[in-house]
């Protein structure tokens, strides 16, 4: 493998050292040559994937032909894979096809590759070992001037080859930074580097598992979709440990795979969450009746319409524009606008009206309020009935204050249960 050029288009970077999907050009290419004897790496000194020998051209930067010599030099092999070191899509089934090629009909010296544009690849090729020596040899002895700075066509013009066509990016190299970056794209839209992490993270951890990449994925997807996303990673790994747990290996690593999907197919659902909470405290009703039993609501209010609040603990029941009935013992107070209430509560104290007939006979009320409409209350102990622009009364024992304006009002003292309904209602009733 050839790794010591200039690199000069690329700024004298050490082209080899370059990553493509997070590994070096010359990992690449080493992994593509794995099933190689012996792998000798013409150039400096680098860290490498896998052991290789490193050996130097002479003179240092010399060019392909004094980095080829050098290299022949330490094969032991019938046949040889000549290789840049910058190409980033070349694989193991492609150096498999030319080797098959080296061996077929004609028996040619060596098979290379032709690029895209039909250009021969002579450092993308398989040749024959004995061949390539002698042309080597032969093309050193002629002028008596040395390989360096000859072309390498100078030397496939001596030998008898054979050519196919580069599978998809086989042939590319990467000669520039524009090169560089198609090359990391193309990576990751091909998928390799995910098989590539996979490689790599089991030569790391020491393990040699055929992994079902597939079933691991889909596994990750319905953790994240039926549980929660950090369930993805934490599912897959304790699918490992279960499998180690249970003593390793592909039949382990299927069923703890087999029960963690079903587990997650079976995940139970949450119900959408509603987009508004009933309140205990409150209870809205517009344009009709409405009614609470509840003996611990606060606020029962209506606008609009008839509403009754049979509540007896309830702090406030108001009525707007319509009737109202609330035979709550304890209530604290009773208003309505528009409309007739009556409100037989026993105990009482203030009640008041504005524009209508009110009276108030019950004992322990505290307030009970209407404007525009009839209301009556049999509280017999209130503190004050008052009217402002109709009739009221009151027959309470032991009111503090009495007014009547501009009415008639009639209250008679009757028990709870014969409290009269009210008179006039406006608006809907339901």
Known sequence: MLAGGAA????????????????????????????????????????????????REDPPGGGPLPALAAGLARATAGTVALLAADLPFLTRATLRALRSALDGPG?????????????????????????????????AADGGHGLAGLPLRRLTARLTLRRI?????????????????????????????????????????????????????????????????????????????AAAHAGGGPDAVAEAL???????????????????APSAKAATDAGADSGSTDPSAEVVSGAGADSGAA?????????????????????????GTGASAAAPESPGGPASRAGTDEGSTGPSAEVISRAGADSGSTDSSAGVDSGAGADSGSTDSSAEAFSRTAADSDTPNLPPHAAPEATRRTGRRS
Request: glycine share 8%.
């Open 258 to 276: 087999r029960k963690a999907t079903a587990l997650a197919h079976h995940w139970p659902t949450e119900p959408p969450t509603p987009r508004t």
């Open 311 to 335: 509540d007896r603990s309830a702090g406030v029941v108001s009525c707007a524009g319509a009737g109202a009935d609330s035979p709550g013992s304890p209530a604290e107070a009773f208003s």
């Open 165 to 241: 066509a580069a599978p998809g990016r086989a042939s590319f190299d990467c000669d520039t930074w524009e090169d560089l970056a198609v090359a990391r794209t193309g990576i990751r839209e091909h998928g390799r580097v995910l098989d590539e992490w996979i490689a790599a993270a089991k030569t790391e951890l020491g393990i040699d598992l055929d992994v079902d990449t597939a079933a691991l994925l889909d596994l990750a997807r319905d953790a994240a979709h039926q549980v929660a996303r950090p369930a993805a990673p934490l599912t897959t790994f304790l699918v490992g440990y």
């Open 8 to 55: 000069r288009r690329l700024g004298g970077a050490d082209k080899p050292g370059l990553r493509v999907g997070g590994v070096t050009l010359l990992d690449r290419v080493l992994d593509a040559c794995a099933d190689a004897a012996t792998t000798v790496v013409v150039g400096p000194p680098r860290r490498t994937a896998r052991p290789v020998v490193v050996v």
């Open 107 to 139: 028996a040619p010296d060596g098979v290379l590759l032709t690029d895209p544009h039909g250009r021969d690849q002579p450092l993308t090729a398989v040749y024959r070992t004995a061949p390539l020596r002698r042309a080597l040899a032969a093309l």
